[in-house]
């Protein structure tokens, strides 16, 4: 959690509380969870009916409709924006330097105002493997999410001529999918920082025209990736 979230939270918390701060907090928990009910407790009580059994969680529709995949469809909550909360999505076509990324997560800066963000990321030294990109707060996580569809032969992919054409439209270029789609969530961000920042940590041209065989020897300080396929252990 956020150190500004938590300076609502406590205030929130207080007798102090005003009609602005109460608003605000509702619409950042509202911009980390839409679908979520927000429910006020009065001198700490809260109807148990509407925390205890309510059968409402569903893991299926929370993972696939949450503020960040909104966001890459296009749906913005502006209602927000006048608390200062605010999500854009960066997206590129070039890999991440291993280095220059554990550098920029690994700083504290860099975090300034982000609350959550999400998406999937593309390393020079794991082209089979797409990376997920999972924070919220002061934690962070990066996993493996599968293989880019063009690592696999397409012999292999096992979908129908539709699946096959919606897969073809995210290919560009000489690396088909991989990509960089990450959505960012926040209070007050200064996005014009983060987005260079990020932009930073991508590969120069130069290194761009090194090419595969050299990205192969850049030192990655990400924890191995185990990732199983059909034709080989892992993938690191």
Known sequence: MSDQLKKLLKTYESKLSSSEQ???????????????????????????????????????????????????????????EKYGISSFVFRARKPFHPVRLWNLVNDTEFWKGVLRSKGFFWLCTRMKTVGEWAQAGGSINFSPAGAWWASVPESLWGVDDEMKADIKS?????????????????????????????????LTPEEMAAGESAWESYFDPFPEWQFQTENSDAET
């Open 170 to 202: 995210l290919f560009e270029g000489k690396y088909g999918d991989r990509r960089q789609e990450l959505v960012f969530i926040g209070i007050k961000m200064d996005k014009a920082y983060l987005i260079s920042r990020l932009e930073e940590a991508l």
């Open 22 to 80: 109460k608003e605000q907090l509702k619409a950042i928990l509202q911009g980390l969870n839409p679908r979520a009910e927000i429910v006020e407790a009065i001198f700490g009580k809260v109807p148990l009916d509407k925390v205890l059994n309510t059968q409402k969680f569903n893991f299926e529709k929370a993972a696939k409709s949450p503020k960040w995949l909104k966001e890459l469809r296009g749906e913005h909550t502006p209602e927000t």
